[in-house]
């Protein structure tokens, strides 16, 4: 079992639509979650954390987490074509004491005009 | 501020070959990792440096990769011999103090 899994897509939806990303993690250790963007021959840019339990709102982009169900995901509203790229997952076990990122494989979100 | 900077951005080579890749962190960022990004895969740490010292390089293929941090800033990654199955991007981060990274541009590395 992968530490960190993703549907590595593409995933496409329609321009104004929600786009729903999902990932889960086999250790239950994990204590802070990341999701980072990747447009095409780029690095990776981190969009949000998230810590807790619950939902996380930045603008268009929410977080969930669900520790009990080891699952968490992100929400893109009103989605534009500039959203288009790869999200990745990314799960740390040591909580604020910087530490090892495991990355899942990323999902392609493609964004229809 | 400047963000983290790396070279040379691509680099071509046969296999067997050596290279080396260069990172300068975030000033003042005394954690810094390396990571291995192969196409269509997320980026796979190789080593972790919290100032000069080593923290975790449980993934480095220690037979042909080497990583150092002289004085607690810059970096270096060197592979010797390289082959294909190198060929990839890698990626340098930095950190803070906090737990978010910075990624630098890159270095996209072809062998062949």
């Known amino acids: 079992q992968k530490e960190v899994e993703q549907n590595s897509g593409p995933l496409s939806v329609p321009e104004g639509a929600i786009a729903s990303l999902n990932c889960t993690y086999s250790?239950?250790?994990?204590?802070?979650f990341f999701w980072y963007r990747q447009y095409s021959g780029k690095s990776p840019e981190l969009i949000m954390f998230i810590y807790s339990n619950g939902d996380k709102e930045d603008g268009r982009f929410t977080a969930q987490l669900n520790k009990a169900s080891q699952y968490v995901s992100l929400l893109i509203r009103d989605s534009q074509p500039s959203d288009s790229a790869t999200y990745l997952c990314?799960?740390?076990?040591?909580?604020?004491?910087?530490?090892?990122?495991?990355f899942g494989q990323g999902t392609e979100l493609s964004v229809k005009p | 501020e400047a963000g983290v900077a790396q070279s040379p951005r691509y680099k071509i080579i046969e296999k067997r070959q050596s290279v080396a890749f260069w990172c300068n962190p975030i000033?003042?960022?005394?954690?810094l990792y390396w990571y291995q990004q192969i196409l269509g895969q997320g980026p796979k740490l190789l080593i972790q440096?919290?100032?000069?010292?080593?923290?975790?390089d449980s993934q480095l293929p220690k037979d042909r990769f080497s990583a150092e941090r002289l004085k607690g800033v810059d970096s270096t990654l060197k592979i010797q011999p390289a082959k294909l199955e190198d060929s990839a991007v890698y990626l340098c981060a930095t950190a803070g103090g906090g737990e978010t990274q910075y990624f630098g541009p890159g270095t996209r590395l072809l062998v062949l």
């Open positions: 000033s003042g960022h005394a954690t």
């Open positions: 990314a799960v740390n076990t040591f909580y604020n004491q910087g530490g090892k990122l495991i």
């Open positions: 440096f919290q100032n000069n010292g080593v923290v975790d």
């Open positions: 250790d239950r250790g994990s204590q802070s």
